[in-house]
């Protein structure tokens, strides 16, 4: 198998059809290898990205793997590179053991484990263990794709918050409704299977090999459905609307859990004891009342860092211009990403979150009077303005007293800060980001008009945030400007407040992935600390349940 990377192509020789552009591929490949198109026996595009540092040369550049149909001719290929050229951009590469969902294995598991959270990582693991044939219980508090959608609608329109169901909560947690974007920094075997499930799922095949791919909010509706489809054929039960309330942890080990549910045409609340012998926490990082409940039951908890700030909107055809020059609006290059960090003398440091090209601010509430920014683009990411979380860290020793649960706190309060100086209603703050490097409120829109779909209150975003978080930002914004022209545009605009972007507190796990307290009890994904995004949620997920079953087929 050869490996050809640094493939590149200039925009203007560029195939918008994906066809062609494998087509095209092939034949620059082979040219590359002197060989002819029909020589080959496998071809397969594993990379695309856009290399934009010449703003006047802007191209995509590709890796592809390929075979040849006499392995001979593959060395002799490769040797005359290397002799000739000594290209360090062809080489030989071995397919080495992919990364399998397992086999049913035919363990004995007396009960069920049960996996509480259908976000990523919960349905990885799931459909992992689903399909080792351990028949999972998959709880899921929030609803299905259908009325989960409902319930955000409604919110969106009226106010009217779904505190089970909303952005954070229900069917494919907070990342259905952020965009669907799947760069992660991690590294994994598991990457690639990760990719491949959601693509059988009905994700676009494009996210197998581009270099920042993204489902889009309208899409993953339907890719978690199918999702939870596949583990119910392969034996697992799925709860949604159900909520764990308790847990038993008598003896440091787990005993039963407690799920409880409305009954739809009663009202009443119906509580229903699970026992249970492992359980899989991967609630996310906005289950506030799983950490009270853990930290009651003595579960060992800690502090980590963390991040807060608000969400920056500028007119994507600004940052098109400023990514990509007089190229912009090439129908080959889409709409411009960016990805800014920016370290300061004191200490502190400010990032882009999350960004979304063409995208929309999202109310990502999931607390009665709390604000909270999320953002998110469609798969076509087509809307005027582009958004991104603006965040600072925020450090255990900020947090006041020893109280472990000091930074839910905070949050909290930011949240209810950002409320109150909304109006209420949901309505969210706004300040114009030359008024904010100013230290003056705004008065109204310039330019970009905020995509915050409950409406926004103009004034001030500062007292909404801690005020190491607020000068941070402030310091940083002109610092990023330099790296992305019009970042410190005047008229951009500030929504607050973001602080959900990860987990302020972290399920501690041993080596084993288990808790260190609790026995049976498996901390997974962002929720418990251990990720942060769907690519590294969804892969801990997979590693949790590969954990499991080891630790199953290892007992008597």
Known sequence: MIEIANLAVALGDAEADEGAEEAALRRLACRRLGV?????????????????????????????????????????????LRRRHADKN???????????????????????????????????????????????????????????????????????????????????????????????????????????????????????????????????????????ARIENLGGEVRLGERVCDVDTTGGRVRSVTLSRTDRPTGMVVEEVVPADDVVLATGHSARDVYDLLARRGVALERKTFAMGV??????????????????????????????????????????????????????????????????????????????????????????????????????????????????AYVAPAQLVGDFLAGRPSSGAGRVRPTYPRGVSWGSVEGCLPDYVARTLRAAIPLMARHLRGFDDAEAVLTGVETRSSSPVRITRTDELTSVSTLGLWPCGEGAGYAGGIMSAATDGLRVADALTSSLARRP
């Open 36 to 80: 002819s198109p029909q020589a080959l026996s496998s071809f397969e595009l594993r990379r695309r990205s856009v290399d934009a540092r010449k703003r006047r040369d802007v191209r995509l550049v590709y890796t592809v793997r390929l075979s040849l149909r006499d392995a001979e001719a593959e060395g002799r290929a490769l040797a005359r």
């Open 90 to 228: 062809v080489r030989q590469v071995s397919e080495g053991e992919p990364y399998r969902l397992p086999e049913r294995l035919g363990l004995a598991c007396p009960r069920r484990p049960v996996v509480v959270g259908a976000g990523c990582a919960g349905l990885f693991c799931a459909l992992s263990l689903a399909e080792a044939g351990l028949s999972p219980i998959l709880v899921e508090r929030g609803e299905d794709a259908t009325r989960r959608r409902a319930a955000i609608r409604r919110f969106e329109e009226t106010g009217e918050l779904d505190p089970e169901s909303n952005v954070q909560f229900g069917l494919g947690g907070a990342g259905t409704f952020s965009d669907g974007k799947l760069a992660t920094g991690t590294k994994s075997p598991a990457h690639r299977i990760v990719l491949e499930t959601l693509v059988e799922a009905g994700a676009q095949r494009r996210i197998l090999w581009d270099a920042k791919p993204h489902i889009g909010s309208d899409v993953l509706p339907t890719v978690v459905t199918n999702l939870l």
């Open 311 to 424: 969400r920056i909107e500028h007119l994507q055809a600004d940052v098109d211009r400023a990514q990509y020059g007089p190229f912009a609006g090439h129908p080959a290059l889409g709409a411009a990403p960016y990805k800014l960090a920016c370290h300061l003398p004191d200490g502190r440091s400010a990032f882009s979150f999350c960004m979304c090209p063409g995208g929309y601010v999202v109310a990502a509430a999931s607390e009665a009077g709390g604000v909270c920014t999320n953002g998110m683009s469609l798969s076509d990411r087509a809307g005027t303005n582009a958004n991104a979380g603006l965040l600072a860290n925020v450090f255990p020793s900020d947090l006041p007293g020893a109280d472990v649960l000091a930074g839910v706190e905070l949050q909290r309060r930011c949240e209810r800060a950002a409320f109150e100086a909304g109006g209420g």
